[in-house]
């Protein structure tokens, strides 16, 4: 007999989705269409796009399957970045911004490497301080984000989620 071939847990974050304007996606939705998919054990956390299942797929499978069905949903592409508990697991451990307020620091999730260059094109800088991750660029915005005029080109082909919400998807996602 053959064992079944081991689930990997995931943790899907969606860019540009949120609770308003033009990203709109009900979380009820997002679960629906990742069950609809085949996935398992679908659990959403707060109306911003992120998702964690366990699927028995490749990440780049779940990827392609979750960005295919957002666009047809929304009409128009929805990037999708997955990561494993595990890989969020080390970004907090690596976070150069562990001593500062969780809600002004965050991750900058890309699918490209992640290198000085990024740094090296941002615009508008302050107070802000950034930090190449593995998979992830840290920013901590000292005065917050609201205030900040930090331009980052390369956040256009990613999206950020704070340290306190990177926490909360990573014990979500150990939990499954």
Do not use: H, W
Not at 60 to 88: N, S
């Amino acid at each position: 007999m053959n064992n079944p071939s081991p689930s990997n847990t995931y943790i899907a974050l969606l860019r540009a989705v949120n609770v308003g304007g033009t990203g709109k996606l009900p979380m009820k939705d997002l679960l629906s269409m990742c069950e609809a998919l085949g996935f398992q054990q679908v659990k959403t956390y707060i109306a911003s796009g992120n998702v964690i299942f366990t699927s028995k797929l490749s990440a780049k499978a779940c990827q392609d399957l979750l960005e295919k069905a957002l666009a047809d949903y929304a009409g128009k592409f929805v990037g999708v970045f997955i990561r494993t508990p595990q890989q969020l697991q080390k970004l907090l451990a690596d976070n150069p911004f562990a001593d500062k307020e969780g809600n002004r620091s965050v991750c900058l999730f890309l699918d490209e490497p992640i290198t000085t260059a990024i740094i090296d094109t941002v615009k508008n800088k302050r107070d802000e301080e950034l930090v190449c991750g593995d998979g992830a660029l840290y920013i901590y915005y000292g005065a917050g984000m609201a205030n900040s005029k930090l331009l980052i080109p390369a956040a256009k082909n990613g999206t950020a989620r704070n340290i306190n919400t990177v926490s909360k998807l990573c014990e979500l996602g150990l939990a499954l």
